[in-house]
RNA sequence: CGGGGUGUAGCGCAGUUUGGUCAGCGCAUCCGCUUUGGGAGCGGAGGGUCGCAGGUUCGAGUCCUGUCACCCCGACCA
């Protein structure tokens, strides 16, 4: 069966509503936020908030059918929620609040807070709920296809990262873990479906569910030096956000011949460059010198909980490593932290900058001891997993110029836990075992994962079971940014003359050029043009008059359809011209080209 | 929120240091003629309260004060 319609869109570039520019926008960056605006896409009307032309409009039609269809093939049933929604179902599961200054929010006459969904979540559950109460309802998946508004900080990127944007986003309802598996990995394979489809490469890599508070979490990236996710892989197949790599933990260390700890003065030594280059002048190691990697660094964060408490927590890493904030706050999450202020450390004499050691924090500090007569670290220490029992480590001595050496781990400090925090290096080893990881940049594009029973729990989503009994619904959120993705898809597929978009996206399949004077070319390519629309193929015919050859060719690379038919200087020798958008060019017989361009454009659709 | 930068015609820019033919250039748009296989040529035309508000001055894109907006780099997310 063909991929066509019955009958073809025809789109005169004469009467089309668009404007090409010759120049790249100025506030442009990114090579798809330039092209999709000199193109005649999109154009910009506030920040991070983008209006949609005919052929901006016609890519995103096609990345949504395909996305529905393949939600569809799941089961899923598609539902269409209000973007402008009420405040009382977000204050309910405290996200009026927690969402904090993203959220768009407004008032009505009766000054009744509104808001602007960043995301659906309560909606969904409420709806559920409202209508399903019998595990012999489940499982349900339901999905939309909306626009969501993020008041971002920082907008960037064109469609990137934008304060309006199209969002699939689909939740499941089972009242069992296994059901909950099964959805998650029904969604998985749709979405492998749905980014091959498209044309655009992707890799899956786990992810943090962080403050969501799910099990599972998985995240679909499109490779791009421009995209804002780093990621680590290994040639052994292990991918993962760097968020959420997990620190290989080495074996304990013997420390029976361990000398025992010693302070020793150790002047303007604050840094660990300098503690090092020190240590190497008036301690020196017998066996090969020190570095960094042997000195215990310890970083002083302000951490804020949701409930607005701050508390003091220091990280410790092996020196030669940085403490990654974005790893350290998705460990943290949904508290917050950042680097601890002088004020901060006003409060805690005991913290001496440059020379903090284990030896004040977590269990060898002092304690406080909370209500509920549990006992906990004044200032809570957490360890980089690398620091295993038996490892030996020079570190600051809590009194300002001294450092201590021989400081063994397990023997002379423990920690009240471990964090994965320090920054992830391009050659560190996945936990899988499948080697050494190499680090890139991703575009987002889609994320699943196993939500749980938190939405369902705030809001009172439970169902009856077999035995008559009220079980809460676990929950699963799948998210594709529809608009992001086509951003990933300009940016994968275009050069230096413009877009070059798959087939299946395409605003259209060809892009017929009429050049030459005289009428003969224009009936000649009026007549293919339309040939190809009786025959399901959508056309961009270049019909303007009394434009150039030049002019017409190099919109037709920036508006980047995949197959040209030119109909010119050939036309005497009674042939056109097919050329791919990135290509060699072939002639055709007139009189077969209808036949023959439609038959290539099932190829490319195939 | 921290750092950097920019606001002059639909788009891209010059002019601001050194107040006074400074309201300009290229692209785009409109009219006429020519041109038609790689962003054409000639001639003509329309279009800007120079981000905004005060101030200095005989005179302000230009100097002063304030203010707003936008972009880029870092902390958040589809």
């Known amino acids: 069966m063909s991929a066509l319609a019955r009958r073809g869109d025809l789109l005169r570039l004469s009467t089309l509503f668009v404007r ?25 009307t506030a920040p991070g908030i983008y209006t949609w032309l005919p052929l901006g409009l016609r890519v995103l039609a096609k990345i949504e059918a395909i996305v529905r269809e393949e939600m569809q093939a799941i089961g899923a049933q598609e539902v269409h929620f209000p973007a402008l929604l009420p405040r009382e179902p977000y204050e309910a599961t405290g996200r009026w609040t927690e969402y904090g200054p993203n959220l768009f929010r407004l008032q009505d006459r009766k000054r009744a807070d509104y808001l602007l969904a960043p995301t659906h979540e309560e909606m969904f559950t409420l709806l559920v709920k409202d209508l399903y109460s019998s595990y012999k309802d489940l499982p349900l998946t339901l999905f939309q296809i909306q626009t969501k508004y993020r008041d971002e900080a920082r907008p960037r990127a064109g469609l990137i990262r934008g304060r309006e944007f199209v969002m699939k986003d689909s939740y499941s309802f089972d009242h069992t873990d296994a059901g909950l598996d099964a959805a998650y990995q029904r969604h998985r394979d749709a979405y492998e479906r749905i980014f091959t489809r498209l044309g655009l490469e992707y890799v899956i890599v786990s992810a943090m569910s962080g403050a969501m508070g799910g099990s599972r979490s998985e995240e679909f990236l499109s490779p791009s030096p421009i995209g804002e996710d780093t990621f680590v892989r290994t040639a052994g197949g292990y991918a993962a956000n760097v968020e959420a790599v997990v620190t290989p933990v080495p074996d304990a260390v013997a420390y029976d011949d361990a000398p025992a700890a010693h302070v020793e003065p150790t002047p303007d030594a604050g840094t660990i460059d300098a503690l090092v280059a020190l240590a190497n002048a008036n301690h020196p190691r017998p066996d090969r010198a020190w570095t960094a990697a042997d000195t215990l660094k310890n970083v002083v964060f302000a951490v804020t909980q949701p409930d607005g408490t701050r508390g003091l927590l220091v990280v410790g890493v092996p020196g030669d490593r940085e403490v990654d904030l974005k790893r350290l706050e998705a460990a943290l999450a949904p508290a917050e932290a950042e680097p601890a202020g002088d ?119 439970k169902v009856l079971d077999e035995n008559g009994k009220a079980v809460t619904v676990t929950m699963g959120s799948y998210g594709i940014g529809v608009t992001r993705a086509l951003a990933a898809l300009a940016e994968a597929n275009h050069d230096e003359r413009g877009l070059a978009w798959p087939a299946q996206v395409a605003p259209a399949h060809v892009h017929v050029v009429a050049t030459g004077k005289g009428t003969e070319v224009f009936e000649a390519a009026a007549s293919i043009a339309e040939g190809l629309v009786a025959h399901g193929v959508e056309v961009v015919y270049d019909d303007r008059p009394k434009v150039s050859p030049g002019v017409k060719f190099a919109d037709a690379e920036l508006l980047g359809v995949p197959l040209l038919v030119v109909v010119g200087r050939g036309l005497a020798d009674g042939v056109v011209e097919v050329r791919p958008r990135a290509g060699e060019a072939e002639t055709l017989p007139v009189a077969d080209a209808v036949a023959a361009v439609t038959a290539r454009v099932e190829g490319l659709l195939a």
């Not at 120049?23 to 442009?28: K, T």
């Open 20 to 44: 090409t520019l010759r120049e790249d926008p100025a506030d442009a960056e990114v090579a798809s936020h330039k092209l999709l605006i000199r193109a005649g896409y999109i154009r910009r």
């Open 343 to 461: 004020a901060d450390f006003a409060k805690h004499p005991e913290l001496v900058k440059g020379y903090i050691g284990p030896l004040v924090l977590g269990p060898q500090g002092a304690q406080v001891t909370a209500e509920d007569g549990t006992t906990s670290s004044a200032i809570r220490y957490l360890l980089d997993p690398r620091v295993v029992p038996g490892t030996r480590w020079i570190t600051g001595a809590n009194v300002a110029d001294h450092h201590v050496f021989d400081l063994v781990a397990g023997r002379d400090f423990a920690a009240d836990g471990t964090i994965e925090a320090a920054e992830v290096r391009a050659g560190d080893l996945a936990p899988d075992g499948s080697g050494p990881v190499e680090l890139a940049r991703g575009i987002e594009m889609g994320h699943i994962f196993q939500l749980g029973r938190k939405y369902a729990e705030a809001l009172g989503l």
